[in-house]
């Protein structure tokens, strides 16, 4: 193999992560299932530090303290399938049903089991296996838009979600 001045980025253990392979899995939502729905984006998590800081005499000194994690926004074609449940509207009626009876609102503390869910983000190779698996755990949907409609498009319909979860790590 020829090098091609592309010193150690032609090396044969090197791999580019490509934004195109990659699946967001949220058990009975985007993964899983015949009823799950595809995903079309999402990110990575990204996160930031509160800082502390340390008064003295003549300066102040910055330190990281508690870390934030930034809310994950996520796209789904939603497509039509043999069953008449949209799973992301029955993860949401786990806390929210409107029209349910007169309790159709239920504290999501009450109801985390079946409402907060654990997800995964993998990135794969061209072979299809697992170069990168990200952890979410706590996952809830924070905001849920279930797509503008314009009779002048001939665009698929999408449910965008943004997600907020209580952390995530590279497994």
């Not at 299932?33 to 990575?44: H, I, T």
């Not at 609102?105 to 089991?113: F, H, R, Y």
């Not at 665009?155 to 979600?161: A, G, R, Y």
């Amino acid at each position: 193999m020829q090098s091609m001045g592309l010193g150690k980025l032609a090396s044969n253990d090197i791999c580019f992560k490509r934004k195109y392979r990659w699946l967001f899995k949220i058990t009975d939502v985007s993964y899983d299932g015949v009823n799950a729905l595809p995903p079309s984006k999402s990110a990575r998590p990204s996160l930031s530090f509160k800082e502390m800081d340390a008064q003295h005499l003549n300066e102040t000194l910055y330190f990281p303290s508690k870390p934030e994690w930034k809310p994950v926004n996520l796209v789904l074609y939603d497509v039509k399938n043999n069953s008449n449940v949209d799973p992301v509207w029955d993860w949401l009626t786990k806390i929210y049903d409107p029209k349910g009876d007169e309790n159709n609102w239920k504290p999501a503390v009450s109801g985390l089991d079946s409402f907060k869910k654990n997800c995964t983000l993998e990135m794969y190779d061209g072979c299809g296996n697992v170069m990168e698996k990200w952890k979410f755990e706590g996952a809830w949907p924070q905001n849920i838009e279930f797509g503008e409609l314009d009779m002048s498009s001939s665009e698929v319909v999408t449910i965008d979600l943004t997600l907020r979860y209580d952390r995530a790590y590279i497994e």
